[in-house]
């Protein structure tokens, strides 16, 4: 089954341009033209495009996207370097999680410097972050 853009961007809940930008990127492969210049999407090209969707939403860039595919869409030695690109995304994600561990933990620690009246003029919090910030200069 063949597509035309508009018909392959509402499959794929991303817009026209999304397409052509993957098009350029060489994440997606340039389509077939009918006689009128219209372009004709295979129908892999939603499951790919779909994929490329999902990976961005597991925090991949388009960067990242584009190296991923370049290894899948090779044959040899693919499940070297696929394994090089996982281990080095682990790292990076363990990274963000100390990363958000040390702010949750910041956050609590700033939540504990507040009273329960919430109509105080002064903010513990504010003042607290104020005097880190003076330190800090």
Do not use: W
């Not at 990976?55 to 869409?73: A, C, N, Y």
């Not at 996982?86 to 363990?94: G, H, L, M, R, Y």
């Amino acid at each position: 089954m063949m597509f035309l853009i508009g018909e392959l961007a509402g499959k794929c809940g991303v817009n026209k341009e999304s397409i052509r930008y993957y098009e350029r990127m060489g994440i997606i492969s340039e389509p077939s033209h009918t006689d009128s210049g219209y372009r004709m999407y295979p129908s892999e090209t939603v499951e790919r495009i779909r994929f490329i969707k999902r990976m961005q939403e597991l925090g991949f860039s388009l960067s990242e996207i584009h190296k991923l595919l370049g290894i899948v869409d090779k044959d040899d030695e693919r499940c070297m370097h696929m394994n090089d690109f996982v281990v080095n995304k682990i790292d990076e994600v363990q990274r963000k999680i100390r990363d958000l561990k040390r702010i949750e933990l910041m956050l609590f620690e700033l939540k504990e410097c507040c009273p329960d009246e919430k109509s105080l003029y002064e903010c513990p919090i504010i003042e607290t972050l104020l005097k880190e910030e003076k330190v800090g200069e």
